[in-house]
């Protein structure tokens, strides 16, 4: 019953779970997932609660805990076992632990930590999903950060991962975008930057929208009614050529084409930098004839909605207190829910994944709801496949100039502040070989890492002074802490052949255990991340790693050191690198060598 990912502690925990069992007589495999790293790094390496072990409710757990330490089987790893209350503690050698850790990382380098618990199952993961001719906001940017982690981290597990982006590329807007492009689109603009421009385009035509309105409103009140009973002109124009475009008329659609795929060349750039590439880019365009149709008849056939005295059709929720949910305008056309049930059809058939998540802000918490319960009801045999992870608000974010927001301009404002500090350390900067790159790299760590930094569903304040700081838990933080350990390395100047032959039982010091104490939680936090889908989890860790490392660095120096020292040592915080390189890669950073 052991987990089959390739954790050198497996077989430590195997032999605590066999005695375990052989002590209190429960299941070896409860015993087994029972145990727990310890949070405090003073304190032992694994425990175990032992009233998670189901054993007898009338058993003095207490007692029996000093009796069981007494007759544990040590075996040759385990220094010592201690009773603590309810609680067995385990305390593994030093010694063969800074072995065991420091050796599987330098011989595992970036894939230590991974594991293949996801071996033949496929997730889709759905992320990011901006709005075309519309702002790029914050809830895009989280659901961005946030999706990418969980893809990297899926596939750090094994699964098979489909990276989707579900476009906003349908809908009326698309009329009224076409109508405004009319009178105010340019084609030089729409090359160079298609999504500025389209928003722009969209912003002025609505405008004009807006503005026909008052004036039928004024004009109206002029006549002495209420309120006027025709549409804007241009609002009528947009509805009309968006029909065309749900015929499929071609002309009304080739304009719509061309908008749609100049956005999504220019979505992909930015997301290259963000280290994501999709594999499909999808949207509410997209979704199939044959599985809405297919969706439609299930619905008809199982009797599921209510249709209305004019015509449209809605699901009745209310005693799920979910309210009532649309599929249907009375004028017979679609709306957002009607295409993700089609889609999510659409999905599986393709697919056929063991599990899809949709990366997507709590404010849709509720519309969530409704759509998987429907799936419910349609007796989908994917129905408990799906799952909405959500996230909070991002407060206050804007460039220091401007208030409409386009993620490439916050990526352009971190990277230019953060080029600005580096300039300040001239000798540093004169060393930096592309300092443009590294500045936009460690601009987008401070981005990523404020967003990443508490559970998902906190909101929280975008600052800028805060996230580009050095000081504190930052993406320049770890950056740094990841040069520093670069130049560590470089400086030492000892090939990896050597390094394998280090003698790790030099390693004595508190300080150099405690940090392999560290390093050897790694492949469970990344269990554990993949348990809560909380990329915090990762984030914490990497922090503690490094203040740890810091702490641990001020006092055991490789410099000037014994060769014997030194290379044990740099052993260390060579697998320290690792993992922290490692682990800020799974989170979508790329790590920098010097800055
Ligand atoms: N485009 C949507 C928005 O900006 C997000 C799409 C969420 N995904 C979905 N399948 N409905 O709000």
């Given amino acids: ?83 603590d209350k309810a609680f067995l503690q385990f305390y593994f050698n030093p010694t063969l632990l800074t072995d065991l850790v420091i050796k599987d ?12 618990t996801g071996e033949g199952k496929t997730i889709l993961i759905e992320f990011s999903s901006p709005n075309i001719a519309k702002p790029f906001h914050a809830g895009h940017l989280r659901s961005t950060i946030i999706g990418g982690f969980l893809s990297n981290l899926h596939e750090a597990l094994g699964w098979k991962v489909i990276r989707m982006n579900y476009l906003g590329d349908w809908g009326k807007q698309f009329g ?21 421009h389209l928003f722009d385009v969209y912003v002025r035509v609505n405008n004009d929208i807006k503005e026909e309105e008052e004036k039928l409103e004024a004009d109206a009140k002029a006549a002495g009614k ?27 659609l080739s304009i719509w084409r061309r908008f749609r795929e100049l956005s999504i060349e220019k979505y992909i750039e930015t997301y290259n930098r963000l280290n994501i590439s999709y594999d499909v880019y999808s949207g509410e365009s997209q979704v199939p ?52 049930i089609g889609t999510a059809l659409a999905r599986y058939n393709k697919y056929h994944f063991d599990k899809c998540i949709y990366v997507v802000a709590s404010q849709q918490n509720l519309y969530f709801q409704q759509l998987f319960k429907i799936l419910q009801m349609m007796e989908v045999p994917f129905a408990d496949k799906v799952e909405h992870i ?28 953060m080029h600005e500090v580096m300039k300040k350390n001239e000798e540093k900067y004169a060393q930096v070989q592309d300092p443009d790159k590294v500045a936009d790299l460690v601009g987008i760590s401070a981005v990523m890492i404020q967003d990443m930094a508490a559970k998902r569903v906190n909101d929280y304040e975008f600052n800028w002074s805060r996230m580009l700081s050095f000081e504190g838990d930052t993406g320049p933080y770890l ?14 100047n000892i090939s990896a052949e050597e390094l394998a032959k280090a003698d790790l039982s030099l390693l004595t010091e508190n300080e150099a255990i405690k940090l392999v104490r560290i390093l050897a939680k790694y492949p469970d936090v990344i269990l554990q991340a993949a348990k809560n889908s909380e990329p915090t989890t990762i984030v914490t860790y990497l922090f503690k790693l490094t203040h740890e490392f810091s702490s641990c660095y001020d006092k055991l120096w490789v410099a000037g050191q014994e060769p014997e020292i030194a290379k044990a040592r740099l052993a260390l915080y060579t697998s320290v690198r690792q993992v922290l390189n490692n682990g800020m890669r799974l989170l979508g950073l790329t790590p920098v060598e010097r800055m």
């Fill in 479 to 492: 950056q740094y802490a990841h040069s520093r350990l670069n130049s560590i390395a470089r400086n030492a």
């Fill in 390 to 417: 959500n996230f909070g608000l991002v407060k206050g974010m804007s460039t220091r100039k401007g208030t409409v927001v386009f993620l490439d301009n916050i990526l352009e404002e971190a990277r230019d502040a």
């Fill in 289 to 340: 004839e044959e599985e809405s149709a297919q969706a439609e008849k299930i619905i008809d056939e199982k009797g599921i909605a209510i249709t209305e005295p004019n015509g449209a059709k809605l699901i009745d929720l209310t005693k799920f207190k979910m309210g009532k949910a649309r599929i249907r305008r009375a004028d017979g056309t679609t709306l957002y829910l009607t295409r993700d």
């Fill in 176 to 196: 009224i975008l076409a109508v405004g492009y009319k009178r105010y689109g340019d084609e030089e603009l729409l090359k160079t930057n298609p999504i500025q």
């Fill in 105 to 116: 990382i330098l011989n595992r380098r970036e894939k230590y930590g991974f594991n293949n």
């Fill in 1 to 83: 019953g052991t987990n089959p990912c390739a954790n050198p502690f497996d077989v430590f925990r195997g032999h605590i779970a066999t005695e375990l069992s052989r002590l209190t007589g429960a299941d070896p495999e409860i015993c087994f997932s029972a145990l727990e790293w310890s949070t405090n790094p003073e304190r032992p390496d694994l425990l175990v609660p032992l009233r998670r072990l189901r054993l007898d409710k009338k058993l003095d757990v207490n007692q029996k805990a000093v009796e069981w330490a007494d007759q544990f089987n040590k075996a040759n790893f385990i220094e010592r076992v201690s009773p």
């Fill in 226 to 252: 209420e309120a006027a009973d025709e549409k804007a002109p241009t609002d009528i124009e947009a509805q009309k050529y968006f029909s065309l475009m749900e015929e499929g008329n071609d002309e009304a």
